[in-house]
């Protein structure tokens, strides 16, 4: 079973699998890192001309910056402004349209 992390529990006590439930609540389209293009991974959304969708960083976020920068090829500062971007939106609800 799949749990959220809360804002006082440390980081590292939360495994990967906790942020997809948050992530699906995020409003990306907001985030001037990432681009959503059909036919470039499905369409998923990645950060901008990369294929690498903001899910597979936030997975691994306790590998820490360097590891993720290195094993993605992405500048440090992206990785942390994406993750600044996360962390002040993850705990906004977005109502998607069914």
């Known amino acids: ?18 942020y997809i439930g948050i992530m699906k609540h995020i409003d990306w389209t907001e985030c001037p890192l990432l681009e959503t293009v059909p036919g470039k991974m499905s369409g998923q959304t990645v950060l901008r001309g990369t294929r690498v969708r903001p899910r597979d960083l936030l997975i691994n976020r306790d590998q820490g910056v360097d590891w993720l920068a290195r094993n993605h090829g992405i500048e440090q500062e992206t990785i942390r402004k994406l993750f600044a971007f996360y962390d002040a939106h993850k705990s906004a609800r977005v109502l998607h349209p069914a």
Not at 1 to 18: A, F, H, K, V, Y
């Open 1 to 18: 079973m799949r749990r959220e992390p809360t804002d006082s529990e440390p980081r590292d006590n939360c495994l990967g699998s906790c």
